[in-house]
């Protein structure tokens, strides 16, 4: 997959090899770690650099056509450890319709956890379920403002995913809803276990497919930052397929930027 890769000429790196591997080389790793002793509001950075981010942690540019993203380690493993630990304990995930999607006119249990925070009277309808975001929390402030700092952009709103293992999953889709702000880059950030993260080009999916284009295939580390870039979302759909060997849970969070809602 070197060949996604290429140069970011803003940072002045050399180019980076990302993390590839397939299902096997990930098996049923714990990216977690062992549970560290203690509880604090705000978990510690460790040797961080000015930015809040670990200092020998580059920006890898991943690039096809269409297809405009930038990866990075933001969080140490220790601080990760421990930011995992206060969202297993505080964060609150929906229940009821709210875990249920509507896909091709048939409702469906999520096949995961979920919820949404943010700012007061924003809105995220997705697959046909409307979101009104719980309030921020402590460690939500945290992250957000340390993918700030890496990012320069500022989010209120996020999606938060947990899946227990490797059966809870995510299906293939585009984050193109329309309160978000056009144009705007969505910053997914992960804790947890190794899972694979797919994106395959909206025109080379299914039986009518017009084109072939290779999907591109990555491994979203302990404590990283994948930054979805424009036009990322207008072509590319992205998932995060089943895999059994992966025995430890997963949590991801999107952080977005929402419109107002607008009264009618």
Known sequence: MDKFLVKKPSLGRSKQKLLVTTE???GDLDCAGEESGG??????????GTDGSLPHSPWQHVQAEGLS????????????????QQLEKEVEYFEGDLAK???FGKWHIVPRKQVTYGDPELTYTYSGVTF???????????IRDRVTLATGHTFNFVLINRYKDGR?????HRDDERELVPQSPIASVSFGAC???FFRHGASRGKNATRHIEPVKLQLA?????MMNYPTNLYWYHSLPTRKKVLAPRINLTFRKVMASVKR
């Open 24 to 26: 096997e080389t990930c």
């Open 39 to 48: 509880e604090r509001k705000r978990p510690r950075p460790e040797n961080a």
């Open 69 to 84: 993203c930038d990866y990075r380690i933001l969080f140490g493993r220790a601080e990760a450890d421990e930011i995992l």
């Open 101 to 103: 999607v509507q896909v």
């Open 132 to 142: 009104s975001p719980k309030p921020w929390i402590p460690i939500l402030h945290w």
């Open 168 to 172: 809870d999953h995510m299906g293939e």
């Open 195 to 197: 899972r694979d993260f």
């Open 222 to 226: 302990h404590g990283s930052l994948l």
